[in-house]
Nanobody
Framework: QVQLVESGGGSVRPGGSLRLSCRLS????????IGWFRQAPGIEREGVSC????????YYADSVRGRFTISEDKTKKTVYLQMNSLKPEDTAVYSC??????????????????WGQGTQVTVAS
């Protein structure tokens, strides 16, 4: 059974940092696309950042480029999202998602097959 388990959310002041983790279990795919999505109340879900075996480099949404960094530790089957210089508009539920296929357009939520439970990130003074 494929499972994604996120951790690392919380509350932080503007300008602060958080690191989210997403651990994969139940499968070790050769081709895959894994990424972070976020959704705030009343706002459409946004693809924040993702890694794909079909891409040479990660994808970052314009809203987070230069502040967020995605990375993976294949030995731990874990993907991380380092979030720096956080802003109040980054407040959302962050979820990691996986599709067992390499997608060049990796930030499309409808293409993902497996989702974690989500973790809340709140940025407020």
């Amino acid at each position: 059974q494929v499972q994604l388990v996120e951790s690392g959310g919380g509350s932080v002041r503007p300008g602060g940092s958080l690191r989210l983790s997403c651990r994969l279990s139940g499968v070790t795919p050769y081709y895959y696309t894994i990424g972070w999505f976020r959704q705030a109340p009343g706002i459409e879900r946004e693809g924040v950042s993702c890694i794909s075996t079909a891409r040479d480099s990660p994808y970052y949404a314009d809203s987070v480029r230069g502040r967020f960094t995605i990375s993976e530790d294949k030995t731990k089957k874990t993907v991380y999202l380092q979030m720096n210089s956080l802003k109040p508009e980054d407040t959302a539920v962050y979820s990691c998602a996986l599709v067992i296929s390499g997608l060049s357009q990796c930030h499309t939520a409808s293409a993902m097959n497996y989702w974690g439970q989500g973790t809340q990130v709140t940025v407020a003074s």
